[in-house]
Protein backbone atom coordinates (compact mmCIF):
# COMPACT_ATOMS: atom_id res chain seq x y z
CA UNK A 1 0.00 0.00 0.00
CA UNK A 2 2.81 2.02 0.68
CA UNK A 3 4.62 1.31 -2.73
CA UNK A 4 0.88 2.66 -4.37
CA UNK A 5 0.85 5.51 -2.10
CA UNK A 6 4.32 6.66 -2.86
CA UNK A 7 3.77 6.13 -6.51
CA UNK A 8 0.36 7.84 -6.68
CA UNK A 9 1.97 11.21 -5.27
CA UNK A 10 4.68 11.45 -7.41
CA UNK A 11 2.44 10.83 -10.78
CA UNK A 12 -0.18 13.52 -9.69
CA UNK A 13 2.51 16.15 -8.38
CA UNK A 14 1.10 18.47 -11.72
CA UNK A 15 -2.28 18.27 -9.26
CA UNK A 16 -0.95 20.40 -6.71
CA UNK A 17 1.11 22.48 -9.35
CA UNK A 18 -1.77 23.07 -10.82
CA UNK A 19 -3.97 24.32 -7.67
CA UNK A 20 -1.20 26.77 -7.00
CA UNK A 21 -0.94 27.75 -10.41
CA UNK A 22 -4.68 28.81 -9.61
CA UNK A 23 -3.93 29.73 -6.58
CA UNK A 24 -1.37 32.16 -8.19
CA UNK A 25 -4.41 33.80 -10.32
CA UNK A 26 -6.64 34.51 -7.59
CA UNK A 27 -8.77 31.47 -9.37
CA UNK A 28 -10.65 29.58 -6.62
CA UNK A 29 -11.35 25.91 -7.06
CA UNK A 30 -14.79 25.10 -5.06
CA UNK A 31 -16.16 21.70 -3.50
CA UNK A 32 -18.52 20.25 -6.36
CA UNK A 33 -15.27 21.13 -8.67
CA UNK A 34 -12.81 19.80 -7.17
CA UNK A 35 -14.92 16.21 -6.04
CA UNK A 36 -15.49 16.61 -10.23
CA UNK A 37 -11.36 16.58 -10.39
CA UNK A 38 -10.71 13.81 -8.00
CA UNK A 39 -14.06 11.34 -9.90
CA UNK A 40 -11.83 11.85 -13.36
CA UNK A 41 -8.70 9.75 -11.98
CA UNK A 42 -10.90 7.34 -9.99
CA UNK A 43 -13.17 6.45 -13.12
CA UNK A 44 -10.36 6.38 -15.62
CA UNK A 45 -7.93 4.64 -13.67
CA UNK A 46 -10.71 1.88 -13.02
CA UNK A 47 -11.50 1.58 -16.01
CA UNK A 48 -8.55 1.03 -17.53
CA UNK A 49 -7.56 -1.53 -15.04
CA UNK A 50 -10.66 -3.66 -15.43
CA UNK A 51 -9.72 -3.31 -19.16
CA UNK A 52 -6.04 -4.10 -19.10
CA UNK A 53 -7.06 -7.09 -16.59
CA UNK A 54 -9.28 -8.14 -19.08
CA UNK A 55 -6.74 -7.98 -22.09
CA UNK A 56 -3.74 -9.71 -20.78
CA UNK A 57 -5.86 -12.60 -18.88
CA UNK A 58 -4.40 -15.09 -21.31
CA UNK A 59 -0.74 -13.65 -21.95
CA UNK A 60 1.92 -14.85 -20.81
CA UNK A 61 4.14 -13.33 -18.11
CA UNK A 62 7.03 -12.24 -19.83
CA UNK A 63 4.75 -10.87 -23.10
CA UNK A 64 3.29 -8.87 -20.31
CA UNK A 65 6.26 -7.71 -18.75
CA UNK A 66 8.09 -6.76 -22.52
CA UNK A 67 4.29 -4.71 -23.37
CA UNK A 68 5.30 -3.10 -19.93
CA UNK A 69 8.57 -1.92 -20.81
CA UNK A 70 7.53 -0.81 -24.44
CA UNK A 71 4.83 0.90 -23.37
CA UNK A 72 5.89 2.81 -20.34
CA UNK A 73 9.56 3.46 -22.04
CA UNK A 74 7.43 5.02 -25.04
CA UNK A 75 5.56 7.40 -22.70
CA UNK A 76 8.71 8.05 -21.14
CA UNK A 77 10.09 9.76 -24.49
CA UNK A 78 6.78 11.52 -25.17
CA UNK A 79 6.19 12.57 -21.71
CA UNK A 80 9.61 14.53 -22.07
CA UNK A 81 9.10 15.68 -25.38
CA UNK A 82 5.98 17.13 -23.97
CA UNK A 83 7.79 18.80 -21.00
CA UNK A 84 10.34 20.37 -23.17
CA UNK A 85 7.46 22.29 -25.33
CA UNK A 86 5.57 22.91 -22.04
CA UNK A 87 3.56 26.54 -21.96
CA UNK A 88 4.03 26.82 -26.05
CA UNK A 89 0.62 26.31 -27.29
CA UNK A 90 -1.76 28.58 -26.95
CA UNK A 91 -5.16 26.95 -27.81
CA UNK A 92 -7.66 25.67 -24.87
CA UNK A 93 -7.11 21.95 -25.62
CA UNK A 94 -6.50 19.04 -23.60
CA UNK A 95 -2.35 19.26 -24.57
CA UNK A 96 -2.82 23.09 -23.78
CA UNK A 97 -4.63 22.07 -20.12
CA UNK A 98 -1.89 19.63 -19.36
CA UNK A 99 1.06 21.49 -20.36
CA UNK A 100 -0.85 24.44 -18.54
CA UNK A 101 -3.37 24.18 -16.30
CA UNK A 102 -4.37 27.90 -15.44
CA UNK A 103 -5.83 27.42 -19.03
CA UNK A 104 -9.01 25.35 -18.02
CA UNK A 105 -10.41 28.24 -16.78
CA UNK A 106 -11.87 29.06 -20.37
CA UNK A 107 -13.74 31.87 -19.52
CA UNK A 108 -11.35 33.32 -17.13
CA UNK A 109 -13.73 34.14 -14.41
CA UNK A 110 -11.50 33.30 -11.62
CA UNK A 111 -13.89 30.41 -10.82
CA UNK A 112 -13.92 26.63 -12.71
CA UNK A 113 -17.00 25.73 -13.81
CA UNK A 114 -17.92 21.99 -13.71
CA UNK A 115 -17.15 21.65 -17.46
CA UNK A 116 -13.55 23.61 -16.92
CA UNK A 117 -13.33 21.05 -13.87
CA UNK A 118 -13.98 18.12 -16.18
CA UNK A 119 -11.32 19.13 -18.48
CA UNK A 120 -8.80 19.46 -15.82
CA UNK A 121 -9.61 16.53 -13.96
CA UNK A 122 -9.32 14.59 -17.72
CA UNK A 123 -6.24 16.44 -18.18
CA UNK A 124 -4.27 15.33 -14.48
CA UNK A 125 -6.10 11.92 -14.93
CA UNK A 126 -3.73 10.63 -18.05
CA UNK A 127 -0.70 9.96 -15.91
CA UNK A 128 -2.65 8.09 -13.42
CA UNK A 129 -4.41 5.79 -16.07
CA UNK A 130 -0.73 5.26 -17.19
CA UNK A 131 0.37 4.44 -13.66
CA UNK A 132 -3.36 2.16 -13.29
CA UNK A 133 -1.97 -0.28 -16.07
CA UNK A 134 1.00 -1.04 -14.40
CA UNK A 135 -0.49 -2.06 -11.63
CA UNK A 136 -3.04 -3.71 -13.87
CA UNK A 137 -0.33 -5.96 -15.18
CA UNK A 138 0.51 -6.50 -11.60
CA UNK A 139 -2.61 -7.72 -10.82
CA UNK A 140 -3.59 -4.67 -8.42
CA UNK A 141 -6.88 -4.55 -6.54
CA UNK A 142 -8.77 -1.95 -9.22
CA UNK A 143 -10.53 0.01 -6.60
CA UNK A 144 -8.66 0.41 -4.00
CA UNK A 145 -5.74 1.56 -6.37
CA UNK A 146 -9.08 3.54 -8.46
CA UNK A 147 -9.62 5.51 -5.23
CA UNK A 148 -6.10 6.00 -3.62
CA UNK A 149 -5.22 8.61 -6.87
CA UNK A 150 -8.25 10.02 -6.33
CA UNK A 151 -7.94 11.02 -2.90
CA UNK A 152 -4.34 11.83 -3.25
CA UNK A 153 -5.68 14.03 -6.41
CA UNK A 154 -8.14 16.05 -4.29
CA UNK A 155 -5.57 16.21 -1.58
CA UNK A 156 -2.69 17.30 -3.20
CA UNK A 157 -4.93 19.71 -5.70
CA UNK A 158 -6.40 21.47 -2.90
CA UNK A 159 -2.75 21.57 -0.77
CA UNK A 160 -1.99 23.11 -4.03
CA UNK A 161 -4.61 26.13 -4.17
CA UNK A 162 -3.78 26.90 -0.48
CA UNK A 163 -0.35 27.62 -1.08
CA UNK A 164 -0.16 30.79 -2.80
CA UNK A 165 1.80 32.62 -0.15
CA UNK A 166 4.77 30.26 -0.16
CA UNK A 167 8.13 31.21 -2.53
CA UNK A 168 9.74 28.02 -2.58
CA UNK A 169 6.78 26.48 -4.59
CA UNK A 170 7.20 28.36 -7.24
CA UNK A 171 11.08 27.17 -7.27
CA UNK A 172 9.96 23.67 -7.19
CA UNK A 173 7.22 23.76 -10.04
CA UNK A 174 10.77 24.27 -12.23
CA UNK A 175 11.60 20.92 -13.30
CA UNK A 176 8.76 19.08 -11.72
CA UNK A 177 7.35 18.63 -15.57
CA UNK A 178 10.43 16.01 -15.80
CA UNK A 179 9.30 13.83 -12.95
CA UNK A 180 6.38 11.72 -14.98
CA UNK A 181 8.63 11.11 -17.53
CA UNK A 182 11.64 9.78 -15.14
CA UNK A 183 8.92 7.55 -13.68
CA UNK A 184 7.52 6.21 -17.18
CA UNK A 185 11.50 5.27 -17.51
CA UNK A 186 11.76 3.94 -14.19
CA UNK A 187 8.57 2.09 -14.20
CA UNK A 188 10.24 0.88 -17.78
CA UNK A 189 12.92 -0.91 -16.55
CA UNK A 190 10.97 -2.43 -13.62
CA UNK A 191 9.30 -4.61 -15.91
CA UNK A 192 12.66 -6.13 -17.05
CA UNK A 193 12.89 -7.06 -13.61
Given at each position: ???????????????????????????????PQ?????????????????????????????AS?????????????????????????????????????????????????????????LA??????????????????????????????????????????????????????????????????????
Amino acid sequence: MAHLIFLSLLVSLDGFFSGFSFSLKKIRIRLPQLLLISLCPLVIVAAVMLSSQLLTAGIPAQASKGLGFVLFFCLAYLSFADALKKRSSSSPSLIAVINNPARSDLDQNQHLSSREALLLGLALSLDNAVLGFSFALDKAPVWSTALCFAVVNFLLVKAGNLCQTLPFVRRMEKGSEYLPSLLFLILAFSRLL
